[in-house]
T-cell receptor, first 112, second 113 residues
Framework: GQQVMQIPQYQHVQEGEDFTTYCNSS?????IQWYKQRPGGHPVFLIQ?????EVKKQKRLTFQFGEAKKNSSLHITATQTTDVGTYFC????????????FGKGTRLHILP | KAGVTQTPRYLIKTRGQQVTLSCSPI?????VSWYQQTPGQGLQFLFE???????NKGNFPGRFSGRQFSNSRSEMNVSTLELGDSALYLC????????????FGSGTRLTVV
């Protein structure tokens, strides 16, 4: 069945450093979504990518969808303490009725 | 507009009991999905409902069931609770299955003792 792998599982960075999390699917995706979950909170939708090779930016966050629509990345430039949390990717398979599968997330810790 | 509402927020049950969790989606959202979140396993897909029909089901035992009502509200039920069912149960809604991202509720924290 469809699997979505996300790496790394944990990442510690100094405040001001960059951060990247990677997501890989075992099958071609129709779209990929990214969510952020703050400690003690619930996942909050960040963005959806649909097109092959698509790149979208939200301030310091850059999201990419691979050409084959099987991988994606989230890059944060110059991290801030407000970026702390777990970042999840979620992919829906290429078939219309496929379910959305979440990666296990990357937990980001910011060192002051 | 009001967000996704899940009730109750916290629940403590004993092994063997059953539990029903409720989710009210954002007004106008007809797609509701349920996920189980545990520290080691992340977000595990349980069910997806749209217009009262179950579109997809995850790899959970038959003790886990759900339904959606005509007003799009959804419930999930877990029978014969086991210790391993302790988790945060999250409900998420969207306009339709192809909608632009989920809006999650705050979840129900279930503890089985």
């Amino acid at each position: 069945g469809q699997q979505v792998m996300q790496i790394p599982q944990y990442q510690h960075v100094q405040e001001g450093e960059d951060f990247t999390t990677y997501c890989n699917s075992s099958t071609t995706l129709s779209n990929i979504q990214w969510y952020k979950q703050r400690p003690g909170g619930h996942p909050v939708f960040l963005i959806q990518l649909v097109k092959s090779g698509e790149v979208k930016k939200q301030k310091r966050l850059t999201f990419q969808f691979g050409e084959a629509k099987k991988n994606s990345s989230l890059h944060i430039t110059a991290t801030q303490t407000t970026d702390v949390g777990t970042y999840f990717c979620a992919g829906r398979g290429a078939n219309r009725d496929d379910k959305i599968i979440f990666g296990k997330g990357t937990r980001l810790h910011i060192l002051p | 507009k009001a967000g996704v509402t899940q009730t109750p927020r916290y629940l403590i049950k004993t092994r063997g009991q059953q539990v029903t969790l409720s989710c009210s989606p954002i007004s106008g959202h007809r797609s509701v999905s349920w996920y189980q979140q545990t520290p080691g396993q992340g977000l595990q897909f349980l069910f997806e409902y749209f217009s009262e029909t179950q579109r997809n089901k995850g790899n959970f035992p038959g003790r886990f069931s759900g339904r959606q009502f005509s007003n799009s509200r959804s419930e999930m039920n877990v029978s014969t609770l086991e210790l391993g069912d302790s988790a945060l149960y999250l409900c998420a809604s969207s306009l339709d299955p192809a909608g632009q991202g989920y809006t999650f509720g705050s979840g129900t924290r279930l503890t089985v003792v």
